[in-house]
């Protein structure tokens, strides 16, 4: 699976790469004005900045292709899909053990009429659960943090949702939820995807300056005042950090989910196509099927980035670009 | 205006028991500047905190003259800024927490990034700036309430010699356009002389206050004054107070080091 994580960060820099306006620090503060005291007037406003400075900082696009950080990966996949074709043929090995990636391909186009509208319907439940698990996950580090008290009474609680193992719990779903197997499915995969979010919204909503939190009660700031202006701007980068880690895992849970429930219900997702295929031996059809289960969760953690480094951009160090 | 402040007999005494202040006695005049100075542990950030209402004391009274708690501001040592927000939102802060109307906000705003020399800054962020720009972004924030009293918790400890002599001279002036009461926590000697006219030197272990040194040198004080005979004088009268309050001290390390 070396390949694939090389087309994650493949991926990832092809998303950096098409990112456009990224903002320039404005070249025209002087780090010395004030020492000689004089601070310039007309630097307020970004866009004249921008003007003053060309963007020095933005190479290329082809000279960013041909840098190190997407070549040396990108040679890696080339060289390993290679390796792998030329094992596959060399060995003679039968596809139904190992198919070739030309193999793989193939039927991946071939049977792209099947394979596309399971994708959906996985994409779906994946995409219900993550706003979900969001959402919910959002508002229950809220209201732990509100009181120490409901953090402690409640958390271990969050912890041993968590550590249920999934593929347990789900046939119990499953059935608890028989008349909706759509609805069991997203609450598999909501359980997986919501406490990564809970723990570090939490976290972040604590880490909050100290300071700061001094300045709003000398302020007089209300309870209220102090969750807007203050935590939850605090708790940003956690909050999106805990949604890179839940984007992958709502699709696992949902993919689990699906497994367990089988061939069930007239929608069926990606899990059924690969169940269904290693009943057939269709073996380069299951593997057709994982290679868009992985892509899109490829997809979806790029997209998380994404969102993390345009909400952060101006402010926090995840998101901000190294000039050297 | 700027109201009177009197701490009679306050204590502060710890959970863990140690007395962080001990009968501290001291009455600031309108518009004052004082400086408290002292070696770390001495209980003058504690009694800065006091005064803010940001800590309680154990015993003691804290009296404001004209009978009402007048309007505070405080400047911590690290500019605490928020780093969502550009250099205007996080000088608009006060007001946004007091409900002020935007337009009329906006405008004391401007004011205040005006005071401390950051027009043109207005929209950047804090990490786009220096620790000196910084500082005058925290110290606008202080002002734009239009405060009374303004309290200062070691402001310039961590900037560099030139930046902290630039914005104490600014600060000077500003201090003698405005004339808040200003009560300085520092562990500067020069920095103390330079600004004060009133420096209380405080001990520790337990934290209390030995001496209470006038500097009356007249306003404005400029670069000539850094260099005066007088300057010079102060600054030893107040460091001598100090070797003397450790020496005086129960704190045993400190007197091994002047033996």
Redesign the interface.
Known sequence: MMFWRQLAVLIVELQNLLRMGRIN??AS?N?F???S?K????????TRSRTISPPKFRPSLIRRVLSPDILAPGAVGVLAIAAWEIFVHVTNMPPYLLPGPILVFQTLISSWGELFPSLLVTLKVTLIAFITAAISGLLISVLFTQSKWIERSFFPYAVILQTTPIVAIAPLIIMWLKNDTFLALIVCAWIVAFFPIVSNTTLGLNSV?H??I????????SRW?TLI??RL?SA?PYFLGGLKISGGLALIGAVVAEFVAGTGGSQSGLAYQILMAGYNLQIPRMFAALFMITLTGVLIFACLTWLSNFLLK???ESA?KREN | MTPTITLSHINKVYANGTVALQDMNLEIGASQFVSLVGPSGCGKSTALRIIAGLGQMSSGQLEWGQGRTPKLAYVFQEAALMPWATVQDNVRLPLTLAKMPKREAMAAVEESIAMVGLQGFEKCYPRELSGGMKMRVSIARALVTKPDVLLMDEPFAALDEMTRSRLNSDLLSLWSQLRWTVIFVTHNIYESVYLSQRVVVMAARPGRVVADVAIAAPYPRDEEFRTSLDYNHYCRDVSHHLAEASLKGSDRDLQIVTL
């Open positions: 620090p404005p503060i780090l004005s004030n020492l005291g601070v310039s007037r007309s630097t307020g406003s970004r300056d300071n700061l001094n300045l709003f009660h000398l302020y007089r700031a005042q202006y203050l701007p940003m101006e402010w926090h901000i």
